[in-house]
DNA sequence: TGTCCACTGGAAGGGAGGGCTT
DNA sequence: AAGCCCTCCCTTCCAGTGGACA
């Protein structure tokens, strides 16, 4: 054995160029397909620049459809305007899903406008008011306008109610020398529903819809950031779209449609080979499923495991389309089988709407006639997952034995 | 036309557990 | 520690329902 282990992989000639291409961070240089949506933005937030209050916004759409991204193109845009203006703007996005209590959403923007000297505001321990009043203070010693972007914004609301946005967009009322507006980005179109309609009416005051990217849009983002990101005609006929269509097919994902494209060339690059094909995207598509569904299976809690296994034992034996009362009967089987109390089949019910909101099965209500009003239920986890076994695999309830056991004798 | 099946899904309430105040 | 409140998960109860069939 000579040399180092790294060696040969290292000199590896890259089918990439500029891997940063395919980042869901990265940020182009040109946004198409999202004028309309860009415009609406601009149009209202004009007004910053005027040393008016924009209006607060919520922006809607499904996942990579664009909106992140279209908020920071313009946000920056905004910032470098404002620094020739008299009123200066001020921009912080916060991202719901990591910063999730409205003590630490509090906190972090007013740590953003922090300067030297100030005593920082510790993680925990003040009381959620002493924020705010800090994070007012800190706003009107700064002065101009404060865009606060909200991003995934439902996830807050789902976990800490809309006391936030109540205080947010009432900072208008308590500032002095500056003036601010919320920009919240939602996945959820019915999101404002869960909201106090005091709260809803203040933040929605204007509302963009991103529309979903259809196949044809995403193949031009493709081009564009192939062109960026990857070396010249290593694309075989056909592969970008693919991409394209197999997200399209997912709601109009374009981020989705980036990952198949890169996890595609890297594929081709683990292969060692210098053309990338259709057969690399059908592998990129099955480990992005793979990655999809395993985290989301493996962290299920028990009860719904033992549903979702019913369904899939069902469907091993041949049987689709099975029927809530079926699905229940197997469950209590499975129950008994490894000594745990059943779950009613009412609160059963509910545990199937949840795992098709999941979109871990596909469940239609349909009637049959005397036969009664029932679902219909089918697994919608790709079939090239072993969803049993990674079932079993992840619970220490449940054994992986008694499972193994209980699958061995229904098949008998 | 009415019946009746096999559920659905709303409403209300119990009780365990976590966090906060006293 | 005790008391309180809130949230989550679950049960119980039950009215409501689409459509095949008598």
Not at 176 to 193: V, Y
Not at 256 to 280: N, P
Not at 314 to 327: F, K, P, Y
Request: proline letters at 3%.
């Amino acid at each position: 054995m000579e040399g180092n282990i790294f060696e040969k992989i290292l000199g590896q000639d890259s089918l990439f160029t500029d891997r940063k291409a395919f980042d869901h961070a990265f940020e182009p240089s040109r946004l198409p397909h999202r004028e309309h949506e860009l415009d609406g933005l601009v149009r209202n937030l004009v007004d910053a620049l005027n040393g008016h209050i924009p209006s607060n916004m919520l922006l809607y759409g499904v996942p990579g459809s664009g909106k992140t991204v279209v908020t920071r193109y313009v946000l920056r845009q905004l910032e470098e305007k404002g620094k020739e203006m008299v009123k200066p703007v001020y921009t912080s996005e916060i991202n719901c899903r990591n910063v999730d209590t409205k003590y630490r959403v509090v906190q972090t923007i007013a740590t953003q406008l922090a300067k030297r000297g100030d005593s920082p505001i510790p993680f925990t321990g003040w009381p959620t008011d002493r924020v705010l009043e800090t994070l007012i203070s800190r706003m009107d010693r700064a002065g101009g306008v404060h865009i606060i972007v909200l991003d995934e914004v439902d996830n807050l609301v789902d976990k800490a109610g809309d006391a936030l946005l109540y205080s947010l967009t009432n900072l208008n009322t308590l500032l002095k020398n500056s003036r601010c507006s919320i920009i919240g980005i939602s996945n959820d179109l019915n999101f404002t529903q869960q909201l106090d309609p005091r709260v809803s009416s203040r933040l929605s005051q204007e509302d963009i819809v991103f529309h979903p990217y259809i196949a044809s849009e995403i193949e031009n983002i493709l081009v564009e950031r192939a062109k960026m990101g990857i070396k010249e005609q290593i694309l075989e006929e056909g592969v970008i779209n693919l991409c394209a269509a197999l997200a399209a097919q997912e709601h109009g994902d374009a981020r989705r449609a980036l990952d198949l494209l890169r996890i595609s060339v890297q594929k081709a690059e683990q292969r060692a080979q210098t053309k990338v094909g259709i057969k690399h995207v059908r592998l990129a598509q099955s480990q992005l499923e793979y990655d999809q569904v395993t985290p989301v299976l493996k962290t299920l809690p028990l009860h719904q495991k033992l549903v979702l296994f019913s369904i899939c034992l069902n469907e091993e034996n041949g049987l689709r389309n099975i029927s809530t009362g079926d699905v229940y009967r197997t469950y209590v089987d499975a129950c008994k089988k490894i000594e745990i109390e059943p779950l009613t089949s009412r609160r059963v019910s509910s545990l199937l709407n949840e795992l098709d909101t999941l979109g871990l099965i596909m469940a239609k209500n349909v009637s049959k006639g005397r036969g009664g009003r029932s679902k219909q239920v089918n697994s919608a986890i790709p079939k090239a997952i072993d969803a049993i076994s990674l079932m079993s695999e992840s619970e220490t309830l449940i054994d992986e034995a008694s499972l193994g056991k209980y699958r061995l004798q229904s098949h008998l």
